[in-house]
Nanobody
Framework: QVQLVESGGGSVQAGGSLRLSCAVF????????MGWFRQAPGKEREGVAG???????SYADSVKGRVTISQHNAKNTLYLQMNSLKPEDTAMYYC?????????????????WGQGTQVTVSS
């Protein structure tokens, strides 16, 4: 069984930075994909960034240049570094994992999900 636990959310002012972490418990696969998703109140959940086991990455257009996804394999941890945060980045952020994909931003391709961590950006 795979368990994902997010941390690092909080409240920041516009222009600030946050680093989200996702601790992975359990074994996913030698070929996997992990991603960060977010959901704001009243909106659909959307993909933010993805990374696969080969280190390839993908980003939503809305965050390109401001966000970096990375992983520390020895620590079984996924990160999301977010800079130049905007009020529209306010959402619950979720970590997710899937088998054998490229760095997908399609939530329906992911099997395992964390409980989320809240990010609030004030203007």
């Amino acid at each position: 069984q795979v368990q994902l636990v997010e941390s690092g959310g909080g409240s920041v002012q516009a222009g600030g930075s946050l680093r989200l972490s996702c601790a992975v418990f359990g074994y996913i696969s030698s070929s996997y994909c992990m991603g960060w998703f977010r959901q704001a109140p009243g909106k659909e959940r959307e993909g933010v960034a993805g990374i696969d086991s080969d280190g390839r990455t993908s980003y939503a257009d809305s965050v390109k240049g401001r966000v970096t996804i990375s992983q520390h394999n020895a620590k079984n941890t996924l990160y999301l570094q977010m800079n130049s945060l905007k009020p529209e980045d306010t959402a619950m952020y979720y970590c997710a994992a899937a088998y054998g994909l490229g760095p997908s931003l399609n939530q329906y391709e992911y099997k395992y999900w964390g409980q989320g961590t809240q990010v609030t950006v004030s203007s």
